[in-house]
């Protein structure tokens, strides 16, 4: 499966991953400063009740939303080029994901990979059935704007 919308590329790879990437118009350290503070992810996420990152090797998320929530620890960070970060979903150490994402000048802009490792062919089936991989362009397209704006 490749998908490609308006600036979002998203691509299955082997039999666990997902790839996504994006070019953004500005520079890697907005893009950064945008993917690990609070609350400008506060923003661009949108409805989220309590938001947390410590972006940096040891350091754990927490995004919450009503019905749900994504977090886990940070494995490695170099500010403004990449983190990998492990994901749970809503406290349950079987949902996890490896996501690995790094950021390099492209242009004036930014392009982003992101690359999320499931535990298996059949965890990252779930994942897509169950709609995690839904809303990136729009997700995406949001904090384009909030780059743009602010």
Known sequence: MNINLAKL????DGETDIIIRRDFTHPPARVWRALTEPALIQQWLGGMKRCEMDPRP?????YEWEEFFFSGPILAADALHHMTHVEHFSGDASYHV???TDLAAHGTGTRMTMVMRYANAGARAAAIANGFTDSFDEIYGRLETLLTAG
């Open 9 to 12: 590329q998203l691509v299955l």
């Open 98 to 100: 490896e996501v690995t």
């Open 58 to 62: 040891g350091g754990a998320f927490h």
